[in-house]
């Protein structure tokens, strides 16, 4: 029998007439997407207990008041506080290898799916109101007395048995089946799961598990900046690496060679992948585990950090029919983001975007992607001319390693395509050098450029915690400024506090210099001209440097001095 509509068991509990609901899915339309339970309760025409009991009246389920209850310790160790306050749950009973659970949404499936993903047993909804689930979660799980990364280690580590079986592991002494049991043993599933969520929560890039010879690191990268948590005992090494390479589908018994894969988990009902990589190292095997949040990273060119000025110029590329678009920068730079959120504002019905990546990060509805395989012979250049036969009008490459590919890049803008790609150097201008270096010739570098944009990540200063300060004249020697240069300006930086976990920085924002093909620049170009010659002419037309950018952004207060000093140096 179908489920009942919520409105309807409204109507038939006798809380609301026709009437009242068809004013109540008229307001829903307006919230977009928000509860029809959650509409009437902030329009007063339900009590939030009157909408729990529908929710079970519809689902069939039973109403319990938390209040009531006493739940034990060890129930409540079932789930970690970041899982707890992530998909506002309640452990209730553990019995059989099954979890009980109240929660205040049951309608969201994903949720009891997810958690038994990440617990390894059943789990048993049964409902509760909002107001009961906050009230317990703030008693059992708030912060200050949750569970945490400590707590759980030391928990581990008065587990004589768990240690055991460890020590046993890290010296080869387990067959494969027992070393994959205890990877999956509730505690190292439990330490973990509370990493990971603290990664995602974090909006860490990467989570590092380093072996050393007396220790087992485990550091997160939030903003660009390794933080090392407390370290797990070195015994338990194999085991949390099993886990990892369990997960993502890697050959545990193969401990010589690197290896890569994926783990794809569904977390508070959004996809999060992490992109494994598992290296050999004198003491075991390193692994390094790269977040893709989509749900954290903006694909939209309006907040990539661009200026108005350099927003409207950067469309203008864009919106070209052919020629090459390059984005530069190191590892880490943001080069992908920017050229996705580039690719999501040309996504139009009209024109066929194609990409091939290695790997591809992020999908995008409505673009080909192709991810590159070298082991197959699938490489950028054999990728790229493959894409061509599929009448592609704008390409991106992700990114110009040789000559080869360099070559096909060129041909496929003559031939009528945008293509977008990133190369690895340390400003604009040195870009066109990097490219007479591959061996383009300069009559094609000037017939296919369109422009260079360069780009650097900076962290922000935390709002939270933002106080005006002057900087001495030791930073301002670093910027080659004197203190007559900056006065009137105004420069902050970050006390430190809760919400920055003390660092003073809060996110990331980018910082560009950008340089245009025109006419003067293609005559420098082709009379092979020097590097300080084409930055020169790029400045005297507009161009501004990654160092200037990052001293608007201090001026600014969004950034500090030593921020714009780190990621920049002088031009030459």
Known sequence: ????????????????????????????????????????????????????????????????????????PEVLGHLTAPMAQLYKVIPLSFRNDVLTIAM????????????????????????SSRKEIETALERYYATEHGESVESIISTMQDDKDLMDAAMAAEMGELDLASAEALSESAPVRKLLNMVFLLGIKDHASDIHFEPFEDEFKIRIKADGTLYEMVPPPRHLATAITTRIKVLANLDIAEKRLPQDGRIRLMVAGHPVDFRVSVLPTMFGESVV????????????????????SLLGQFRKIIEKPNGIVLVTGPTGSG??????????????????LMTTEDPVEYEIDGIVQMPIDAEIGNTFAQCLRSILRQ???????????????AEIAVQASLTG????????????????????????????????????????????????????????????????????????????????????????????????????????????????????????????????????????????????????????????
């Open 1 to 72: 029998m179908a489920t009942r509509k919520i409105g309807q068991v409204f109507i038939d509990l006798g809380y609301i007439d026709e009437e009242q609901l068809e004013l109540l899915l008229e307001e829903q339309q307006q919230r977009h997407r928000e509860l029809l339970g959650q509409v009437a309760i902030s329009l007063g025409m339900l009590t939030e207990d009157q909408v729990t009991q529908a929710i079970a009246e519809q689902l069939g389920m039973q109403v319990v008041a938390i209040s009531d209850l006493t739940i034990p």
């Open 104 to 127: 205040c949404e049951p309608q969201n499936l994903s949720v009891t799916d997810e958690l038994r993903n990440f617990l390894g047993y059943q789990i048993r909804s049964v409902v």
């Open 289 to 308: 585990c790269r977040i893709l949040d989509k749900s954290v990273i903006s694909l939209d060119l309006n907040n990539v950090g661009m200026n108005e």
């Open 335 to 352: 080069k992908t983001t920017t050229l996705y959120a580039a690719l999501s504002e040309l996504n139009v019905i009209t024109e066929k």
């Open 391 to 405: 009448d592609p009008d704008k390409i991106l490459v992700g990114e110009i390693r040789d000559r080869e590919t």
């Open 417 to 572: 395509h945008l293509v977008f790609s990133t190369l690895h150097t340390n400003d604009a201008p040195s870009t066109i050098t990097r490219l007479r270096d591959m061996g383009i010739p300069e009559f094609l570098i000037t017939a296919t450029l369109q422009a260079i944009l360069a780009q650097r990540l900076v962290r922000k200063i935390c709002p939270d915690c933002r106080v005006p300060y002057r900087p001495t004249e030791e930073q301002l020697a670093e910027l080659d400024l004197t203190p007559k240069d900056i006065e009137g300006k105004s420069f902050y930086q970050g006390a430190g506090c809760g919400t920055c976990n003390n660092t003073g920085y809060k996110g990331r924002t980018a910082i560009h210099e950008f340089l245009t093909v025109n006419e003067e620049l293609r005559e420098l170009i082709v009379h092979n001209a020097s590097v300080s010659q084409i930055r020169d002419a790029a400045q005297r037309n507009g161009m501004v440097s990654l160092r200037e950018a990052g001293l608007i952004k201090a001026y600014n207060g969004v950034t500090t001095i030593d921020e714009v000093v780190r990621e920049t140096v002088l031009d030459s």
